[in-house]
């Protein structure tokens, strides 16, 4: 089991930037790869970006590649979302996801892929 707790959301102009943290616990939260989803107002949920165990492998949605860097760290069990450049279209509740992943340097990308997932926190970027 993982459990994961998302901070950081608000309300921030466009062009604004924001920071989000992602706290895992739990029993195997050393074997997760770990990832960022966003859903707007009547929207499915989607992809922002996936991290490998390691740390060492990452991949973005297209919509926010140059924009959004994630980063984790391994002895404190957090992943950080850093949003800069943000749009309104960026409006959205962001969740951290993880899965246990034997594979180090695998970057999971789909909703499929992960079985564990935070509450959300919302972001907010106005125009």
């Known amino acids: 089991q993982v459990q994961l707790v998302e901070s950081g959301g608000g309300l921030v102009q466009a062009g604004g930037s924001l920071r989000l943290s992602c706290a895992a616990s739990?029993?195997?939260?050393?074997?997760?790869?770990m990832g960022w989803f966003r859903q707007a107002p009547g929207k499915e949920r989607e992809f922002v970006v996936g991290i490998s165990r390691s740390g060492t492998s990452t991949y973005y949605a297209d919509s926010v590649k140059g924009r959004f860097t994630i980063s984790r760290d391994n002895a404190e069990n957090t992943v950080d979302l850093q949003m800069s450049s943000l749009k309104p279209e960026d409006t959205a509740v962001y969740y951290c996801a993880a899965d246990v992943t034997y594979q180090i340097f695998r970057v999971l990308t789909t909703i499929h892929d992960y079985d564990y997932w935070g509450q959300g926190t919302q972001v907010t970027v106005s125009s």
């Open positions: 739990g029993r195997t939260v050393n074997s997760v790869a």
